[in-house]
């Protein structure tokens, strides 16, 4: 079974800025699409990023295109989302998600696997 962990998050100041990581125990990892989503305290989850193992294809929410790469570490089964000059409107919870296809996706109900989440805050 995959089972994302994240790790990465923290405050940080408008301006600055994070790199989440997010690590899978399954083999199988290697087929999937691996993406971000985040959820601010009131707000619906939403889509921030996503990259498929084979070829590293990328897709980007327009709020955070530009300041943000995802990125993955094939021979350590990681997905990393640098995060650059964040704005207090990024802050909330970050998840990574696991989908079984090869395909991206930013519908939340396409991914199979969830990880916990880790909390993002950027202070103005």
């Known amino acids: 079974q995959v089972q994302p962990v994240e790790s990465g998050g923290g405050l940080v100041q408008a301006g600055g800025s994070l790199r989440l990581s997010c690590a899978a125990s399954?083999?199988?990892?290697?087929?999937?699409?691996m993406g971000w989503f985040r959820q601010a305290p009131g707000k619906e989850r939403e889509f921030v990023s996503a990259?498929?193992?084979?070829?590293?294809?990328?897709v980007y929410a327009a709020s955070v295109k530009g300041r943000f790469t995802i990125s993955r570490d094939n021979a350590k089964n990681t997905v990393n989302l640098q995060m650059n000059d964040l704005k207090p409107e990024d802050t909330a919870v970050y998840y990574c998600a696991a989908r079984a296809r090869p395909t991206l996706s930013d519908v939340g109900g396409q991914y199979d696997y969830w990880g916990q989440g880790t909390q993002v805050t950027v202070s103005s």
């Open positions: 990259i498929t193992w084979i070829g590293g294809r990328t």
């Open positions: 399954e083999r199988t990892f290697s087929s999937y699409v």
